[in-house]
């Protein structure tokens, strides 16, 4: 039993229309948010830093990776004033931590290599844009519920042979 919704569309068709538009809008938000992606090589108790202004407010991130697991990375996110936001010690090969910011401003990773040997980082750092995404996962959170929904009736009135 197919429900027609709008010349031949079935449910089924619809809901996955709508999860495909709101995936897509997810990662084109994804592709226009405010990030800077570098490559580091810092030797022994060098420092480097990635400065970014970021807009309005929300909650921002950095993604470090390594090309060595023993690692002691310190990371601080810095706003104009010279305020801490977020300091941690990194000691992985591949990290991802996030800060809020409540204005306007610019932003500075700053990230010291307290390991006792050289070490080469790829670094980005970013907006998350968090507020965009709210509409884009309504829709396919609702879509899924019609998918799921739709394949339950579909199923339902199935009978299974039973084995006896």
């Not at 079935?10 to 995936?23: C, D, L, P, Y």
């Not at 800060?99 to 070490?119: A, G, I, K, Y």
């Not at 709210?134 to 039973?162: D, E, H, K, N, W």
Request: with cysteine.
């Amino acid at each position: 039993m197919t429900i027609i919704v709008y010349k031949g569309l079935t449910v089924f068709r619809v809901a996955m229309i709508v999860v495909a538009i709101g995936s897509i809008w997810i990662g084109i938000v994804f592709s226009h948010a405010i990030k800077d992606h570098e490559k580091f090589n810092v030797d022994r108790l060098d420092s480097v830093s990635m400065p970014l202004v970021l807009y309005g407010n929300g909650i921002g991130f950095y993604e470090i990776y390594s090309n060595q697991y023993d690692n002691s990375i310190l990371a601080k996110i810095l706003d104009s004033n010279g305020n801490y936001l977020d300091m941690r010690t990194i000691t992985n090969k591949e990290t991802v931590n996030y800060f809020v910011f409540e204005h306007t401003d610019r932003f500075t990773l700053e990230l010291t290599n307290l390991s006792t040997n050289p070490v080469q980082l790829t670094v980005e750092f970013g907006d998350t844009k968090y507020q965009e995404l709210f509409i884009p996962s309504l829709m396919i959170f609702i879509g899924v519920c019609v998918l799921i929904f739709a394949g339950y009736r579909r199923l339902r009135g199935y009978i299974t042979a039973q084995p006896e």
